[in-house]
């Protein structure tokens, strides 16, 4: 998708999108007020704060007790973290991290911090 163009050793695609006129003008105050050195200028910074800001989360596939002892692990090290931050570091579906968290309180292995 799109065509190679670039300098010997900086290889890039040229990708085409369609943009309303109101898109358009906007981008033109924004070169024409100098923060932006031309329209592709702002283009790249665009896509390149958008992917900065965007993640995929990935999860791996374990069993649950692999998943208990990983989360039972983690707050020991960690001492208090929220599920969501035990979800992402772990790699774990969040959904199982908040019921093995819940597993853990009902046996006596985890208590809420106020």
Do not use: W
């Not at 989360?71 to 199982?96: H, I, N, Q, T």
Request: hydrophobic share 40%; proline share 1%; with cysteine.
């Amino acid at each position: 998708m799109g065509a190679d163009v670039g300098v010997a050793g900086s290889i890039g695609k040229v990708v085409g999108t369609k943009l309303t006129s109101n898109e358009i003008d906007q981008i033109n105050r924004l070169v024409a007020a100098g923060l932006y050195l031309n329209h592709s200028d702002f283009m790249r910074q665009a896509v390149r704060e958008k992917l900065a800001a965007t993640k995929v989360i990935e999860s791996r596939d374990v069993d649950y007790e692999t998943a208990k002892k990983e989360v039972a692990g983690y707050f020991k090290r960690r001492g208090e973290a929220y599920a969501s931050d035990a979800s992402l570091d772990l790699e774990l579906d969040y959904e199982l991290v908040c019921k093995i968290m819940d597993d853990l309180k009902t046996e006596g292995q985890m208590e809420v911090i106020p």
